[in-house]
Nanobody
């Protein structure tokens, strides 16, 4: 099973972008998933998580109110809609899945909580 992130690119400050994470060779329909990001020279940080059902979400403070995580189980894809982007949002965005706990909610906020990772997609926000 692989996670494939896509949709990154260059956007101006104040703009919007949607990144996607598609599951290949399996599915995580019954498991929580999340997004992390790593800016140049910084540690990877938590961005958002979505419950197995898609009915609950949780966001890190810096992105709350601007980013929205969602999932489409039919397409085996998770999305991160990013609005009102700022230069400090520039980072490689990684998607992840926790396959250890069935029917989990939104309580996985650290890297160690996830055991499957995508390759990352670069988002660059220009000022």
């Amino acid at each position: 099973v692989q996670l494939q992130a896509s949709g990154g690119g260059l956007v101006q400050a104040g703009g919007s972008l949607r990144v996607s994470c598609t599951t290949l060779g399996g599915n995580f329909s019954n498991y929580a998933m999340g997004w992390f990001r790593q800016a140049p020279g910084k540690a990877r940080e938590f961005v958002a998580t979505i419950s197995w059902s898609g009915g609950a979400t949780y966001y890190a403070g810096p992105v709350k109110g601007r980013f929205t995580v969602s999932r489409d189980k039919v397409k085996n894809t998770m999305y991160l809609q990013m609005n009102s982007l700022k230069p400090e949002d520039t980072a490689v965005y990684y998607c992840a899945a926790n396959s250890r706990t069935l029917y989990a909610g939104t309580y996985f906020h650290t890297q160690n909580d996830y055991n499957y990772w995508g390759q990352g997609t670069l988002v660059t926000v220009s000022s």
